[in-house]
Antibody
């Protein structure tokens, strides 16, 4: 069955970096575009980024553009989110999700918690 | 960017009630809208895509309608496990914004 498992979250100081990973199974990663979405504690969902099938193209939300980089390694069935210059307001649960062809996100991971605090 | 609003933000309902949630877009998005359900502590679950197409495995008591700028999610008869927060998302353009959510609570 389809599974997405995020990792890499933790506590980090403002201004530092963190890299999240999302290992997928049960489907061929190279056949799907992939997203990152986050949710601050007690808040709603915020779309962050999408990466194309081969990783050559990406789009970002303005709140993370220039600081976060989405990438993928299809041979390792893994999606990444490199987060630089972290801010307190980046504290959230981060989800990876599969795109079902510009119609919605049909499978989601369980999320990984990032806390940015001094 | 396309902004989405949802109404109401919160509603109290009873098992068996019919519930309708509205999502409005700041500009036309055709039928490029998805609905998700999120239970506390869990990842969102896709319910409806293309504004009105039920995702596989989702109970038929859920339905979606609308196009352009106004959309609705209807639960025809509320079940106990439907008490959750519901989000709309536009998938027309980037950024693929979500609505602020509607929490359905037990009356």
């Amino acid at each position: 069955q389809v599974q997405l498992v995020e990792s890499g979250g933790g506590v980090v100081q403002p201004g530092r970096s963190l890299r999240l990973s999302c290992v997928v199974s049960g489907f061929t990663l190279s056949s799907f575009e992939m997203h990152w979405v986050r949710q601050a504690p007690g808040k709603g969902l915020e779309w962050l980024a999408i990466v194309s099938y081969n990783g050559n193209n990406a789009e970002y939300a303005d709140t993370v553009k220039g600081r976060f980089t989405i990438s993928r390694d299809n041979s390792e069935n893994t999606l990444f989110l490199q987060m630089d210059s972290l801010k307190v307001e980046d504290s959230a649960v981060y989800y990876c999700a599969r795109d079902m062809g510009y119609e919605g996100l049909d499978y989601w991971g369980q999320g990984t918690l990032v806390t940015v605090s001094s | 960017d396309i902004q989405l609003t949802q109404s109401p933000s919160f509603l109290s309902a009873s098992v068996g009630d019919r519930v309708t949630i509205t999502c409005r877009a700041s500009q036309g998005i055709s039928s490029d809208l998805a609905w998700y359900q999120q239970r506390p502590g869990k990842a969102p679950k896709l319910l409806i895509f293309g504004a009105s197409t039920l995702q596989s495995g989702v109970p038929s008591r859920f339905s979606g309608s609308g196009s352009g700028t106004e959309f609705t999610l209807t639960i025809s008869s509320l079940h106990s496990d439907d008490f959750a927060t519901y989000y709309c998302q536009q998938v027309k353009t980037y950024p693929m914004t979500f609505g602020p959510g509607t929490t359905v609570d037990i009356k």
